[in-house]
Protein backbone atom coordinates (compact mmCIF):
# COMPACT_ATOMS: atom_id res chain seq x y z
CA UNK A 1 0.00 0.00 0.00
CA UNK A 2 2.92 1.83 0.92
CA UNK A 3 4.53 1.72 -2.25
CA UNK A 4 1.10 2.42 -4.26
CA UNK A 5 0.73 5.75 -2.28
CA UNK A 6 3.93 6.99 -2.79
CA UNK A 7 3.87 6.00 -6.90
CA UNK A 8 0.76 7.77 -7.16
CA UNK A 9 1.85 10.48 -5.34
CA UNK A 10 4.92 11.00 -7.56
CA UNK A 11 2.50 10.24 -11.18
CA UNK A 12 0.93 12.94 -10.03
CA UNK A 13 3.55 15.81 -9.28
CA UNK A 14 5.22 14.61 -12.80
CA UNK A 15 1.91 15.11 -14.24
CA UNK A 16 1.27 18.89 -13.01
CA UNK A 17 2.38 20.93 -15.58
CA UNK A 18 0.20 18.61 -18.48
CA UNK A 19 -3.02 19.96 -16.10
CA UNK A 20 -1.72 23.74 -15.53
CA UNK A 21 -3.32 26.37 -17.67
CA UNK A 22 -1.18 28.00 -20.18
CA UNK A 23 -1.43 31.71 -20.54
CA UNK A 24 -2.03 33.00 -24.47
CA UNK A 25 -1.96 36.80 -25.74
CA UNK A 26 -5.32 36.53 -25.11
CA UNK A 27 -5.68 35.69 -22.00
CA UNK A 28 -3.30 38.76 -21.07
CA UNK A 29 -4.95 41.06 -23.54
CA UNK A 30 -7.79 39.73 -21.55
CA UNK A 31 -6.40 40.25 -18.54
CA UNK A 32 -6.87 44.48 -18.77
CA UNK A 33 -10.80 44.47 -21.04
CA UNK A 34 -13.56 44.83 -18.45
CA UNK A 35 -16.05 42.74 -21.32
CA UNK A 36 -15.30 39.18 -21.62
CA UNK A 37 -16.89 37.19 -24.36
CA UNK A 38 -16.29 35.83 -27.78
CA UNK A 39 -17.40 35.84 -30.81
CA UNK A 40 -17.12 33.64 -34.60
CA UNK A 41 -16.85 36.34 -37.50
CA UNK A 42 -17.76 35.95 -41.49
CA UNK A 43 -14.09 34.13 -41.64
CA UNK A 44 -14.73 31.45 -38.88
CA UNK A 45 -12.11 33.00 -37.22
CA UNK A 46 -13.24 33.61 -33.12
CA UNK A 47 -12.73 37.47 -31.96
CA UNK A 48 -13.11 38.94 -28.73
CA UNK A 49 -15.94 41.23 -28.60
CA UNK A 50 -15.91 45.10 -28.51
CA UNK A 51 -14.71 46.41 -24.67
CA UNK A 52 -13.54 48.96 -22.26
CA UNK A 53 -10.29 48.58 -21.48
CA UNK A 54 -9.32 49.12 -17.46
CA UNK A 55 -6.25 51.25 -17.72
CA UNK A 56 -8.14 53.41 -20.34
CA UNK A 57 -5.09 52.64 -22.66
CA UNK A 58 -5.69 51.12 -26.30
CA UNK A 59 -5.30 47.26 -25.70
CA UNK A 60 -3.56 44.94 -28.37
CA UNK A 61 -4.80 43.96 -31.26
CA UNK A 62 -7.50 46.70 -31.57
CA UNK A 63 -8.98 47.67 -34.59
CA UNK A 64 -10.87 50.81 -33.82
CA UNK A 65 -12.18 52.52 -31.00
CA UNK A 66 -15.91 52.75 -30.83
CA UNK A 67 -17.98 56.11 -29.77
CA UNK A 68 -19.13 54.92 -26.95
CA UNK A 69 -15.25 54.80 -25.77
CA UNK A 70 -14.73 50.39 -25.92
CA UNK A 71 -12.42 49.09 -28.56
CA UNK A 72 -13.79 46.56 -31.39
CA UNK A 73 -10.76 43.77 -32.46
CA UNK A 74 -13.15 43.17 -35.77
CA UNK A 75 -11.48 41.95 -38.33
CA UNK A 76 -13.37 43.74 -41.20
CA UNK A 77 -15.02 47.25 -41.56
CA UNK A 78 -18.49 46.41 -42.16
CA UNK A 79 -20.57 45.83 -38.92
CA UNK A 80 -17.93 47.36 -36.75
CA UNK A 81 -18.87 48.87 -33.45
CA UNK A 82 -22.49 48.55 -34.98
CA UNK A 83 -24.00 47.93 -31.38
CA UNK A 84 -21.74 50.64 -29.81
CA UNK A 85 -22.36 54.05 -31.90
CA UNK A 86 -20.49 53.37 -34.74
CA UNK A 87 -16.54 53.94 -35.72
CA UNK A 88 -15.03 57.07 -33.57
CA UNK A 89 -11.70 56.07 -35.14
CA UNK A 90 -9.42 53.30 -37.13
CA UNK A 91 -6.47 52.41 -35.60
CA UNK A 92 -3.50 50.56 -36.93
Request: hydrophobic share 30%.
Amino acid sequence: MRFFTMALVCSLLFMQPVFAKQVTKSDAQSENLIEQGEYTNSDGNVIHRPAHTKNGKTPEGATAKCRDGSYSFSQHHRGTCSRHGGVAEWLN
